[in-house]
């Protein structure tokens, strides 16, 4: 199988996707892998690294095939659980669409954050801000080394400060919120974490999928609901060698 298109689908254009599915004489069978594996997909014939290479593959992955083609859909949350039937079987995949879901969202760039709690596209909670991050320095010798010092020292109190607000907004929700979602910068992201022991305390489920936010702050935290519930979709076809 190889690779003949991909794309990322919202929730009101999957569900039509799923219907065409469902309507169309390419797939006669629908496999449904909470975790995906090699020894899963060698029956399809699909790599799971071509699929790796698309997306992070924390939520599984629902697969529509025939003898010629297939689509593979990874979800936006996590399928709970495998099966294999005949047919197409668009079922699990629209129950998730409608599952009630809870989210807590951290977007974080240098400078600017942005904490909310979402649910069905209202924002329950929510707190924005800046803090000045200096940006990198070119030059070297002590004068670099002083720069760098400084630097980290302002990213260190920017990482504290959101810190405190995601536990600040987090906090009234901890027993309901289903999962967590970062957006922003991947490395600044993955340095925060580091540096925030509430994230690891809370318990809160950390979802692999990266946000895509150019600016965080209020508007973007309103307008993200879309973006959380995005599902990437890739479609396979057989070539004759």
Known sequence: MEVVGRSWTSRQRLRQELSDFRDSPKYGRTLYLSSITTTSLSPIGISPNVIAGSSDLGTGAAIFYGDKFATVVIPPFPLQ?????????????????????????????????AVGVIKDGKLLASKSG????????????????????????????????????TEKVFSPYERVLDYMLMGGERQTLLSFTKKCGYITRSGIEILPRRLDVNRPGKAALESIDR??????????ELRDS
């Not at 294999?84 to 669409?97: A, F, K, S, T």
């Not at 002590?142 to 810190?163: A, I, P, Y």
């Not at 973006?227 to 396979?236: A, D, N, T």
């Open 81 to 113: 659980e495998n099966s294999d039937e005949e047919g197409v079987d668009i079922g699990p995949m629209l129950d998730l669409l409608e599952r009630p879901v809870i989210v807590g969202v951290v977007l974080l760039r240098l400078g600017q954050y």
């Open 130 to 165: 800046s803090r000045y991050v200096k940006n990198r320095h070119r030059k070297g010798g002590s004068s670099q080394r002083r720069f760098e010092r400084s630097r980290e020292r302002l990213m260190l109190e920017l990482f504290g400060k959101v810190c405190s607000v």
């Open 227 to 236: 973006e959380v519930w995005m599902s990437r979709v890739i479609q396979f």
